[in-house]
């Protein structure tokens, strides 16, 4: 069983930086492939990147991350999400989730654990 807490979310202003975190609890961690989504409102759940434990990185897109940066901290238990220049389209509700496999995945069905969510609003 892993637990998930997101933390770093708030009101920002555009072009400013932000980082999330993702505290994870569990014996587990050590298999856990951990990823970021977002879901704004009235859209589905965007898979953002991934990490593996040993630092394999997963991105969406090559305009994601050329903003975004994810990383991890295994002996903290925690990743992070780095989110650079925000504009107002990255406001959402942003996810932690975490699966018990190596590899890393790009959709939320194949994320078994997920965090609560930590709101970013991004105003312009």
């Known amino acids: 069983q892993v637990r998930l807490i997101e933390s770093g979310g708030g009101l920002v202003q555009a072009g400013d930086s932000l980082t999330l975190s993702c505290v994870a609890s569990?014996?587990?961690?050590?298999?856990?492939?951990l990823a970021w989504f977002r879901q704004a409102p009235g859209k589905g759940r965007e898979f953002l990147a991934a990490?593996?434990?040993?630092?394999?990185?997963?991105y969406a897109s090559d305009t994601i991350k050329g903003r975004f940066t994810i990383s991890r901290e295994n002996a903290k238990k925690t990743q992070y999400l780095h989110m650079n220049r925000v504009t107002a389209e990255d406001t959402a509700v942003y996810y932690c989730?975490?699966?018990?496999?190596?590899?890393?995945?790009?959709?939320?069905?194949?994320?078994?654990?997920w965090g609560q969510g930590t709101q970013v609003t991004v105003s312009s």
């Open positions: 989730a975490a699966r018990e496999q190596l590899g890393n995945a790009r959709t939320a069905s194949e994320y078994p654990y």
């Open positions: 569990g014996d587990e961690f050590s298999r856990n492939a």
């Open positions: 990490t593996t434990y040993y630092g394999a990185q997963t």
